[in-house]
């Protein structure tokens, strides 16, 4: 089974626990609302299919799943947890490296997938993103706004990013295309 850490479910789970309507609760599981009830520690392991129906509850209900909202939020979440947690993952003036760090990141939060960086040169790089769901489109938007905010830390200007490979749409894994300016 795979798993999540409480450190990436908890946002949701408040999201979730504060709504009085309940707008949430269609797209959620006995097991899921049972799980979100409960105190979420950061450090402990929770199913990967909470967390991936919290998200997509809420990619549903608050974003209308609008891949440009969610990637927002990705920018975001990666500014709040790398200037806090995570800061060892930015390095000044050093995009590429800072993109290879994640591969390490990633095994912090998922007990599954892989990010792998292809340098591409010195401003630009590819993000291989296997093992994930396929089809589960969110979890890409929302690493794509990660990555985007996390070279921009790093001190790059002028970030592009575009998908050059999706699983979703039946490729083998899903890629990222990132450049920018230093």
């Given at each position: 089974?795979?798993?999540?850490?409480?450190t990436?479910?908890?946002?949701?789970?408040?999201?979730?626990?504060?709504d009085?309507?309940?707008?949430?609760?269609?797209?959620?599981?006995?097991?899921?609302k049972?799980?979100?009830?409960?105190?979420?520690?950061?450090?402990?392991?929770?199913?990967?299919?909470?967390?991936r129906?919290?998200?997509?509850?809420?990619?549903?209900?608050?974003?209308?799943n609008?891949p440009?909202?969610?990637r927002?939020?990705g920018?975001?979440?990666?500014?709040?947890?790398?200037s806090?947690v995570?800061?060892?993952?930015?390095k000044?003036?050093?995009?590429?490296q800072?993109l290879?760090?994640y591969?390490?990141?990633?095994?912090?939060?998922?007990?599954?997938?892989?990010?792998l960086?292809?340098?591409?040169?010195?401003?630009?790089a590819?993000?291989?993103?296997?093992?994930?769901?396929?089809?589960f489109?969110?979890?890409?938007?929302?690493?794509?706004?990660?990555?985007e905010?996390s070279?921009?830390?790093c001190?790059?200007?002028?970030?592009?990013?575009?998908?050059?490979?999706?699983?979703?749409?039946?490729?083998?894994?899903?890629?990222l295309?990132?450049?920018?300016?230093?």
């Amino acid at each position: 089974m795979a798993r999540v850490k409480g450190t990436i479910l908890i946002d949701f789970v408040k999201v979730i626990r504060s709504d009085g309507k309940n707008q949430f609760d269609r797209h959620l599981t006995v097991q899921d609302k049972k799980i979100i009830t409960e105190r979420i520690l950061p450090s402990a392991w929770y199913p990967y299919e909470t967390y991936r129906n919290c998200f997509a509850a809420i990619a549903a209900v608050v974003a209308n799943n609008n891949p440009q909202t969610i990637r927002q939020w990705g920018r975001l979440y990666s500014e709040a947890i790398i200037s806090g947690v995570y800061k060892g993952l930015i390095k000044e003036g050093a995009p590429i490296q800072s993109l290879e760090k994640y591969a390490t990141h990633v095994h912090n939060l998922f007990d599954f997938g892989e990010l792998l960086t292809v340098p591409l040169s010195a401003s630009g790089a590819e993000v291989v993103m296997k093992g994930f769901e396929a089809d589960f489109q969110p979890q890409y938007h929302m690493m794509r706004g990660w990555l985007e905010r996390s070279v921009e830390l790093c001190g790059a200007r002028d970030i592009k990013s575009d998908f050059v490979m999706k699983s979703w749409d039946g490729a083998p894994e899903t890629r990222l295309a990132l450049g920018w300016r230093l």
